[in-house]
């Protein structure tokens, strides 16, 4: 046999390179290799990529410097599927970088990814999913991924046995749903069974992401009739009942309570017995973000009325007592943010005070945490507005005094809690005292003076609220509460302003405090408020008017009327008509100018002298026998009371001896021839008694003048002591005004006691008119010197002030003043308005059967210059000329 000669090898073509191994520790030369054409290669350089980025963040920006990112986004859509994965495994690891994902946003990564979703590989469609979760961290790529429809491929992935792609397409669609817009996108795209489904996966991080997606998912209301259709409250309430989920029970209160803010959902809820096991879990768990989680969602589902109701059915209530007294700063805080919310249904407001639900809110008054006492304030104001019952239980519980002391913690929203309580409380009147003897109007002065204007506008209201009588006010004067309240009307918010407003609207009521507010400058605030159209409100008007009530000089000159109510007093004084931005001056400081050629002050003053001496009262009782002597004598003259005809007149006086009808019925008796004789006997007689009656007259008369002049010598001298006295002490004090003392002695004496007001009108029209220096024709008023006799009265005062009774020569303005003092000495009610040009007028209303009519009570003008006494028709044109030259 031949001996077996060795076959020699073929060798390799001479235009094919040999086969070479690589061994490369450069990051630089594997992303060279990602260029290759070879798969191999390729290959192995996105598996060195892969596991290079999936070390640490600083590999991956390395990579992403390098420029690894462009051949691998090519890559991803390789037609050999080993490259592919690879690639796409690369691609989604380095995503997880924040700067990488900047750039892969400028490039087109997404389309590419949304391609691979629903791949066969399990691995493509895992790391594609991680790729898209990552990405949509950012809104620009939601949009981008919402827009390349990888919503619905990603959905479908849910139903994934692979657990992470499970677990990555749900983080894609947790990150997705935070943007509102998608959210009906991912029920219209059957997302919601698979993600109740999750509720059962036997990893958390799925529960707690499908969870996550459906508190977002829920917030919509068509959502949560499709996750009704599909059992989710039952398998919400099942999840809820495994304790082994315990951490993540929060998440499904979130949800479920999304779910009961529908009032179907809270009806089938309750019918059910889902909401029992509610509350017996809430209960006993031990978990305090469990317990608190479920106060919100309660909270959350009594916002509706209807829902409200039910959940008062369930008695909740005993639920949210109980939590608030938990030992958990958080729940007690959600359980009072679930009173204060239930509590706006009257029963459940009725229900937590029956329950005994007050007393533990007065206790977390006192804790430490600031949110706890702001959340539990918060629940008792809720809890007594318009609840006397609720009300009277913090009392019993020593609420008052609690509430009281937190007006000066250092948390606005305790503060502006405990106010809107004290002030639910104010509407009851023996609540109001109560709470007012403990002290609440002296500590109101420091929110007034806190640097939040929530505070102060509250503050404010309580004011309103609480001073309501004289002790009160005298209290808010006496702690200065009224210069903080006066300094907020200029404050630029404008409920600020109407809540000062409003405390001064209820504080001016008494003179004492009307005066301190205006001495504060609160007359020229107001002024300054009603005169912008932006700036005032119904209380600044309102506040304004009630001042100058208390303050009617003031309200005469601003504005130009006195009303039948405003009655004038003694200190009242008439500066003439002023702008409405004029600051109004009072009357010691007018008493400090010097004389000057405009129009005189007119006063008012009659107060009754200091009390008289034993030697005083002596000469006033001799002087009243004199004037009863004179009386005796010779009667008192009648006061002829001319009726607007001038047709009838009637005769008011004191009855005379000398006018008896007896005496004139003697008069009218002829003598006899008989008699003729004893009457010549006895003229005698009669001419001797008639001549002792005029000696007894003229003593008399001679006496009283007498008296009258030592008692005038000697006020004369008292009251120029008094002068130099206050000229020493720089303090003015205006003159006794004795003439219209003696005015108004004699309309209470002659016209008071008149039967009917029109007589007592048109009385004391001629009465004013007479002591005013009588009528004056039309058109004679030039002839009528009023002007040299005014002067001559300010030359010898030697002052600007003018005593109204010293005047005898008045025009309009002087009349119309003084019958409105003498109409308000008589109760005869009238207004005076003040006109241009030196006019001024009473109106008065007469009643239709005084005039004679069957029509209603008219407003008439007094004729004080003209025909004394004369009614003129507000409305007539005769009225027009009276008011105008």
Known sequence: MGKKVKKEATPPPKDVFDSLTIESKKTGTVVLMLKSDEEEVLTK???????????????????????????????????????????????????????????????????????????????????????LAHMSNEYISKLAIYKNEGLEPLINLLESPDPDVQKNSAQAICNLVQDFQIRAAIRDLGGIPPLLEFLKSEYAIIQELALTTLAAVTQDADTRVVLRENEGLEKLIEFLNHKEFEDLHVHGLQVLGNCLEDTEALD?????????????????????????????????????????????????????ITLSGSDNDTV?????????????NLAARDTFGKSEGIPPLINLLQSESADVKEAATLALANLTLNHKNNCMEIISSGGIEILIGLLNFNKEAVVVNSLTCLINMSHDEQLRTDIQKRGLIASLTEPLKSDSIKIQSKAAQAIASFVTGSESRAELRKHGGLEPLVRHLRSGDAQLRRDASWAILSSCVDTPTATAISNLGALEILQ??????????????????????????????????????????????????????????????????????????????????????????????????????????????????????????????????????RNESLASLKPTQDESSEKRVSSKASLTRRMKKKDKEAQAREEAERLAAEKQAKLDVKQ??????????????????????????????????????????????????????????????????????????????????????????????????????????????????????????????????????????????????????????????????????
Not at 783 to 807: A, C, R, T, V
Not at 869 to 874: E, F, H, M, Q, V
């Open 45 to 131: 350089a996105c598996e060195a990529v892969y596991k290079f980025a999936d070390k640490c963040d600083e590999n991956k920006l390395m990579l992403l410097e390098l420029g690894a990112i462009d051949p691998i986004i090519n890559l991803i859509t390789h037609e050999d599927r080993v490259v592919r994965r690879y690639a796409v495994m690369s691609f989604g690891v380095l995503a997880g970088h924040a700067e990488v994902r900047q750039y892969l946003r400028k490039t087109k990564s997404i389309e590419g990814a949304v391609q691979l979703l629903g791949d066969e590989d399990d691995v493509c469609n895992e790391f594609a999913s991680l790729f």
């Open 332 to 344: 007690k805080i959600a359980a009072c943010q679930a009173i204060c919310t239930l509590s706006d």
């Open 528 to 661: 300054q408020i009603n005169s912008s159209e932006q700036r005032r409100n119904n209380f600044s008007l309102a506040a304004l008017d009630k001042l100058l009530d208390s303050n009617l000089p003031a309200k005469y000159s601003l504005t130009g009327k006195l009303s039948s109510h405003n009655i004038i007093s003694d200190g009242f004084y008439d500066a003439g008509m002023l702008r409405p931005d004029a600051k109004f001056l009072p009357l010691e400081e007018i008493a400090k100018e010097e004389l000057n050629q405009r129009r005189p002050i007119l006063l008012v003053n009659c107060k009754p002298p200091e009390p008289k001496t034993s030697e005083e009262e002596d000469m006033d009782s001799l002087s009243e026998r004199s004037e009863i002597q004179l009386y005796e004598v010779g009667g008192i003259p009648p006061i002829e009371v001319h009726s607007p005809s001038g047709q009838e007149q009637r005769k008011a006086s004191l009855p005379s001896p000398l006018n008896s009808p």
């Open 720 to 885: 120029d002591a008094t002068k130099e006295k206050d000229l020493e002490d720089n303090v003015y004090r205006p003159p006794v005004d004795t003439a219209l003392q003696g005015y108004i002695d004699d309309v209470n004496k002659f016209i008071a006691p008149m039967p009917t007001m029109r007589e007592q009108i048109v009385a004391l029209a001629q009465y004013v008119v007479e002591k005013m220096g009588g009528e004056v024709e039309k058109g004679k008023m030039m002839d009528f010197s009023w002007e040299l006799h005014i002067s001559e009265l300010k030359f010898d005062s030697k002052s600007n002030i003018i005593s109204i009774g010293k005047i005898n020569k008045g025009i309009f303005y002087h009349r119309a003043l003084l019958f409105k003092v003498l109409a308000d000495r008589i109760a005869v009610p009238c207004s005076l308005v003040q006109g241009e040009y030196n006019r001024a007028w009473n109106e008065v209303m007469v009643s239709s059967e005084e005039v004679g009519t069957n029509f209603p009570p008219f407003k008439y003008i007094v004729d004080l210059m003209h025909e004394a006494g004369r009614l003129i028709r507000a409305d007539s044109p005769a009225a027009v000329r009276y008011q105008s030259l």
């Open 268 to 320: 089938e809820f309750r019918n059910s017995g889902g909401m029992e096991k509610l509350l017996l879990f809430t209960t006993e768990s031990a978990a305090p973000e469990v317990q608190a989680f479920s106060a919100r969602a309660m909270a959350r589902a009594a916002k509706n009325v209807e829902n409200a109701k039910i959940l008062h059915e369930q008695e909740v209530e005993k639920t949210l």
